[in-house]
């Protein structure tokens, strides 16, 4: 199996074979579930729920760590290797890179088999309609999204192609999907048990590069409840705000503008930054929007 770039930026979420759980020993019910979890002689930890028991039992949140508990001790192993294929995904294009993308997923079964001999591991489907991947950048993010304010079609906007990379966040829930042809901007959410696109936004246009805005890459804060956008040639490190519930299922996300970094001079934001509604592959709507102000940048 070959891909068409010589980049391909591989994002695993990967089973632990740790026993070790890192927790605030403050609280004595945690401390009752680690003697729990440790007495387990099969033990073996699922990433996911080892994230979600870390952040939760330091942060008190008993009752979510119990549950994380108890799936960490029915061992539900396996894992996914996800790709990011900067290739085009349509045909005709002049120019690598430009239009669209492939997300490649693998499950650990698939990849154990072909180790084991059999037929090359098969990717996994990211819409209803389609029985294998690899999937489609522009079938995750339907082209009748509309962006807020413009009310312009993705499909008529320009530069949404070349997937940079594909991140996780640490509870392994999400990904942020790194969208970056130059002049675009865009950086996404994915749901990583569906693989459905849950939000999508622009990042701000500037005056610091002829290109304006550009997405090479974002991280997640160490508990999930930010995302760092390197906004490239903006010259601008900016900032979505995560809102989640108690099982970290993320319930709202806010492009925050006041919370922007520029690493220019004399700032102007050209196009500020936008979001897109509208229905995902599932049908379900996108969520997020935007909020704050440039004038409260940087203070």
């Known amino acids: 199996m070959r891909f068409n770039t010589a980049t391909v930026a591989i994002a695993a979420l990967l089973s632990a074979a740790s026993t070790s759980i890192a927790a605030d020993d403050s609280s004595a019910s945690v401390r009752a579930i680690r003697r729990r979890v440790n007495s387990s002689k099969a033990l073996k930890l699922n990433a996911e729920a080892q994230d979600i028991f870390q952040n939760s039992a330091a942060e008190g949140k008993d009752e979510v760590a119990e549950a994380a508990?108890?799936?960490?001790?029915?061992?539900?192993?396996?894992?996914?290797?996800?790709?990011?294929?900067?290739?085009?995904?349509?045909?005709?294009?002049?120019?690598?890179?430009?239009?669209?993308?492939?997300?490649?997923?693998?499950?650990?079964?698939?990849?154990?088999?072909?180790?084991?001999?059999?037929?090359?591991?098969?990717?996994?489907?990211?819409?209803?309609?389609?029985?294998?991947?690899?999937?489609?950048l522009l079938d995750i993010f339907p082209q009748d999204l509309k962006e807020v304010g413009s009310d312009?079609?993705?499909?008529?906007?320009?530069?949404?192609?070349?997937?940079?990379?594909?991140?996780?966040?640490?509870?392994?829930?999400?990904?942020?999907?790194?969208?970056?042809?130059?002049?675009?901007?865009?950086?996404?959410?994915?749901?990583?048990?569906?693989?459905?696109?849950i939000a999508l936004f622009r990042v701000t246009e500037t005056n610091g590069n002829a290109n304006g805005r550009s997405v090479h890459m974002s991280f997640w804060s160490t508990d999930g409840s930010a995302i760092l956008v390197d906004n490239l040639h903006g010259k601008m490190i900016e900032r979505i705000d995560v809102t989640r519930d108690k099982k970290g299922k993320i319930i709202d996300l806010v492009f925050n503008k006041s919370a922007g970094v520029y690493l220019g001079k004399d700032f102007s934001a050209v196009e500020e930054a936008t979001a897109f509604y509208g229905s995902n592959a599932f049908g379900n709507p996108l969520i997020g929007s935007v909020g704050g102000s440039y004038a409260d940048a940087g203070k």
Request: with cysteine; net charge negative.
């Open 69 to 136: 508990a108890m799936k960490m001790k029915k061992g539900k192993g396996g894992y996914e290797v996800w790709g990011a294929d900067q290739s085009n995904s349509v045909a005709g294009e002049t120019s690598a890179g430009v239009k669209g993308s492939f997300l490649w997923i693998w499950d650990s079964k698939s990849i154990a088999d072909q180790l084991a001999g059999g037929a090359d591991a098969t990717p996994l489907s990211c819409t209803p309609n389609d029985p294998l991947g690899p999937c489609d």
């Open 152 to 197: 312009a079609a993705l499909e008529d906007l320009p530069a949404f192609g070349r997937l940079h990379g594909v991140i996780k966040d640490p509870s392994n829930l999400y990904v942020t999907a790194n969208i970056f042809t130059p002049t675009g901007g865009y950086v996404g959410v994915i749901d990583t048990k569906t693989k459905e696109a």
